[in-house]
């Protein structure tokens, strides 16, 4: 999708840079990435301005972060990989989650705070955070 001068100038007001990122402001999901809307069409923030500066994204590649921030939405900080390159790289970069005990699985079971800020504390990302309140991960676990 290309955006129209005013959709480009509407996004840029939801942004602001920090460094070399440019962070998406406004309405994020669970796990730190951007959402917006344009023309009735949900997109990630970082997946939209992509798709803006790049073009389109080939069915079954995903828009990887070379900065590791999902909330940055500068088009030099994104690039195209498969599911396993993105894999690959969150290994390679040292962000595959921390082992965790069975008493911090049990805390995190119980904690109300937002996924993001326990998954902060425990050095694990919200996806894991929600996976592990769910009962889909370390089922094991006992209360």
Not at 23 to 38: K, S
């Amino acid at each position: 999708m290309v955006l129209s001068p005013i959709e480009v100038a509407r996004f840029a007001a939801k942004t602001r840079w920090e460094g070399e990122c440019l962070i998406w402001t406004a309405r994020r999901n669970g796990w730190g990435y951007g959402i917006v809307t344009v023309r009735n069409q949900q997109w990630k923030a970082h997946r939209l301005a992509y798709t803006d500066a790049w073009g389109v994204i080939p069915d079954g590649m995903v828009v990887r972060h070379k900065c590791d921030n999902p909330a940055c939405v500068n088009p030099s900080h994104l690039e195209l990989g498969t599911e396993a390159d993105n894999a690959k790289d969150k290994a390679i970069r040292r962000r595959v989650p921390v082992k965790l005990s069975e008493q911090q699985v049990r805390s995190i079971r119980t904690d109300t705070r937002t996924m993001r800020k326990i998954g902060d504390q425990y050095g694990v990302s919200p996806a894991l955070v929600c996976l592990i309140k769910s009962g889909q991960r370390r089922q094991h676990v006992g209360g």
